[in-house]
């Protein structure tokens, strides 16, 4: 088992930055690559940024490319989500997940999944 716990949500206006933050605990975190996901109200979960488990290769949705930047420190067991430019559309739970194989954008590739933050922009 993996336990995940997200921080660092809130409410900003437009054009303002939150850094998320995702411990985890449980297993060898280095093991697994970690994905970003966001949902809003009334909508599906959806992708938002991947990390491979090294490190060394990213992905992210279109929407927030540019803007956003996943990154992830194996020695504190945490991956990041730096937001910046925030846009009233960002406004959502965010989640991160897990996966033991790759750092893909399918919600059901994901093994583990934290509780989520909310992240709230302002216009």
């Known amino acids: 088992q993996v336990q995940l716990v997200e921080s660092g949500g809130g409410l900003v206006q437009a054009g303002g930055s939150l850094r998320l933050s995702c411990t985890a605990s449980?297993?060898?975190?280095?093991?697994?690559?970690m994905g970003w996901f966001r949902q809003a109200p009334g909508k599906e979960r959806e992708f938002v940024a991947a990390?491979?488990?090294?490190?060394?290769?990213?992905d992210y949705s279109d929407p927030v490319k540019g803007r956003f930047t996943i990154s992830r420190d194996n020695a504190k067991n945490t991956v990041y989500l730096q937001m910046n430019a925030l846009k009233p559309e960002d406004t959502a739970v965010y989640f991160c997940?897990?996966?033991?194989?790759?750092?893909?954008?399918?919600?059901?590739?994901?093994?583990?999944w934290g509780q989520g933050t909310q992240v709230t922009v302002s216009s």
């Open positions: 997940a897990a996966n033991s194989i790759y750092y893909d954008e399918r919600v059901s590739e994901y093994d583990y």
């Open positions: 449980g297993r060898t975190f280095s093991n697994y690559a």
């Open positions: 990390i491979s488990r090294s490190g060394g290769r990213l």
